[in-house]
């Protein structure tokens, strides 16, 4: 009995060895399992990496980020739907810009085409310039040793009644405005009330030209400013009004214009009207010359054709009205009358009565070709004249063309 209790205990002895060394080896084993199995995700996502590296970002962004994969597949799917959409717009948008760029060009086209025959139909229709009737005669083609760019030119010393200068001074031509020295002489020799008003009328308004003016038809002033700007600034209703409303009427007037003409020994002078608007009123550079000298005796004349501006109250306006001619402001001139003149067939007009050295001149251009080269063939006098030694022997220095 003894012995078997010895043999239990030491059967339970073993027993309990080797449950206590399968315990020992079991919790090894236990802990080298997780390990090995946590070999695997790294292992998965080593090579989720290396495949992560080798696709587009969106789907590496998909194997990085298991947790939200639906909602970054959906993200990735929305990207490259509006991608597409974005695609198709910008394709869109560029076929639109396209076609927009397209319509210009071909708008431009069509402008350049309607604005070409529009230039085109423009100078079909355009007359050319009429030509004056001196360059019509061959005047322009006489030559002087002052190279003027007038046809006609005229300079005599108004004391001596030296001709100094001629060239073509018989010609008969249409004198524009010119004629307005006699409307003005004739207005004042009459010893009218200058204080007296004048309405323009719409028997004032050019029908010969056309031509405009700041005298509206209504515009009702003084007698005196009427005529004030008739020889100052050319005012053609001005001057209208002023005959029409001479006693008798305007014919009447023009039929005293021309009677005056005779008297002064105008020989080839001839008056159809008071503006110079018709081409009909002609006359040469030595009829002028004989005007210009009486003209100049009459203070009213003197002090209307040489004022530099002017001013005169039209209802609620005031209207300023300038001188024609620019060398009336110049320190150079000394002028004692003026009056400038303009129709294509008259070409560019000027006579003038100044002070040159110390003597009293009267020059006549008629027909200048340019719009400033009347002025400039006075500039031409002028310094010629200055350039003279001594008054005494300007015999030698006469010029005829």
């Given at each position: 009995?003894?012995?078997?209790?010895?043999?239990?205990?030491?059967?339970?002895?073993?027993?309990?060895?080797?449950?206590?060394?399968?315990?020992?080896?079991?919790?090894?084993?236990?802990?080298?399992?997780?390990?090995?199995?946590?070999?695997?995700?790294?292992?998965?996502?080593?090579?989720?990496?290396?495949?992560?590296?080798?696709?587009?970002?969106?789907?590496?962004?998909?194997?990085?980020?298991?947790?939200v994969k639906g909602a970054k597949v959906a993200k990735g799917k929305q990207d490259k739907t509006e991608a597409k959409v974005a695609g198709k717009k910008g394709s869109k948008?560029?076929?639109?810009?396209?076609?927009?760029?397209?319509?210009?060009?071909?708008?431009?086209?069509?402008?350049?085409?309607?604005?070409?025959?529009?230039?085109?139909?423009?100078?079909?229709?355009?007359?050319?310039?009429?030509?004056?009737?001196?360059?019509?005669?061959?005047?322009?083609?006489?030559?002087?040793?002052?190279?003027?760019?007038?046809?006609?030119?005229?300079?005599?010393?108004?004391?001596?009644?030296?001709?100094?200068?001629?060239?073509?001074?018989?010609?008969?031509?249409?004198?524009?405005?010119?004629?307005?020295?006699?409307?003005?002489?004739?207005?004042?020799?009459?010893?009218?009330?200058?204080?007296?008003?004048?309405?323009?009328?719409?028997?004032?308004?050019?029908?010969?030209?056309?031509?405009?003016?700041?005298?509206?038809?209504?515009?009702?002033?003084?007698?005196?400013?009427?005529?004030?700007?008739?020889?100052?600034?050319?005012?053609?209703?001005?001057?209208?009004?002023?005959?029409?409303?001479?006693?008798?009427?305007?014919?009447?007037?023009?039929?005293?214009?021309?009677?005056?003409?005779?008297?002064?020994?105008?020989?080839?002078?001839?008056?159809?009207?008071?503006?110079?608007?018709?081409?009909?009123?002609q006359s040469s550079a030595r009829d002028l010359a004989r005007l210009v000298a009486v003209a100049h005796a009459d203070p009213l004349m003197r002090e209307y054709s040489t004022?530099?501006?002017?001013?005169v109250a039209v209802g609620r306006r005031t209207l300023q009205f300038n001188n024609t001619n620019r060398l009336v402001k110049s320190d150079n001139w000394d002028i004692g009358?003026?009056?400038?003149?303009?129709?294509?067939?008259?070409?560019?007009?000027?006579?003038?009565?100044?002070?040159?050295?110390?003597?009293?001149?009267?020059?006549?251009?008629?027909?200048?070709?340019?719009?400033?080269?009347?002025?400039?063939?006075?500039?031409?006098?002028?310094?010629?004249?200055?350039?003279?030694?001594?008054?005494?022997?300007?015999?030698?220095?006469?010029?005829?063309?």
């Amino acid at each position: 009995m003894p012995l078997l209790r010895s043999f239990r205990l030491a059967k339970l002895t073993q027993v309990l060895s080797l449950a206590l060394l399968s315990c020992a080896l079991a919790v090894p084993a236990a802990q080298a399992a997780p390990k090995k199995d946590a070999k695997k995700p790294i292992a998965a996502a080593s090579a989720s990496s290396k495949k992560a590296a080798k696709e587009p970002a969106g789907k590496a962004r998909v194997a990085a980020e298991p947790k939200v994969k639906g909602a970054k597949v959906a993200k990735g799917k929305q990207d490259k739907t509006e991608a597409k959409v974005a695609g198709k717009k910008g394709s869109k948008a560029a076929v639109v810009a396209k076609a927009e760029k397209s319509e210009k060009a071909s708008g431009k086209k069509r402008l350049a085409k309607a604005g070409a025959a529009s230039a085109a139909a423009v100078a079909t229709s355009v007359e050319p310039a009429r030509q004056s009737y001196g360059q019509m005669a061959g005047l322009h083609s006489v030559s002087d040793p002052l190279a003027l760019q007038s046809s006609v030119a005229y300079v005599i010393d108004q004391d001596t009644h030296e001709v100094l200068l001629s060239k073509n001074d018989q010609a008969v031509l249409p004198i524009a405005s010119l004629t307005k020295l006699m409307t003005g002489l004739l207005v004042s020799q009459a010893r009218l009330p200058m204080d007296e008003m004048i309405t323009i009328t719409q028997d004032d308004v050019d029908t010969e030209k056309h031509s405009s003016s700041r005298l509206r038809v209504g515009t009702t002033l003084t007698r005196s400013e009427m005529m004030h700007l008739a020889l100052m600034s050319s005012e053609n209703r001005a001057a209208h009004a002023l005959g029409r409303t001479y006693p008798g009427g305007l014919g009447q007037f023009v039929q005293q214009m021309n009677s005056k003409a005779l008297q002064l020994g105008m020989k080839d002078t001839r008056y159809v009207e008071p503006t110079g608007l018709s081409s009909s009123n002609q006359s040469s550079a030595r009829d002028l010359a004989r005007l210009v000298a009486v003209a100049h005796a009459d203070p009213l004349m003197r002090e209307y054709s040489t004022s530099h501006g002017y001013e005169v109250a039209v209802g609620r306006r005031t209207l300023q009205f300038n001188n024609t001619n620019r060398l009336v402001k110049s320190d150079n001139w000394d002028i004692g009358l003026q009056k400038t003149g303009y129709i294509s067939e008259a070409g560019r007009c000027l006579v003038m009565q100044a002070q040159v050295s110390g003597r009293k001149l009267i020059m006549v251009f008629l027909d200048s070709a340019g719009k400033f080269s009347r002025l400039a063939d006075a500039e031409r006098v002028r310094h010629w004249i200055e350039a003279m030694p001594t008054a005494s022997n300007s015999i030698g220095q006469r010029i005829r063309g």
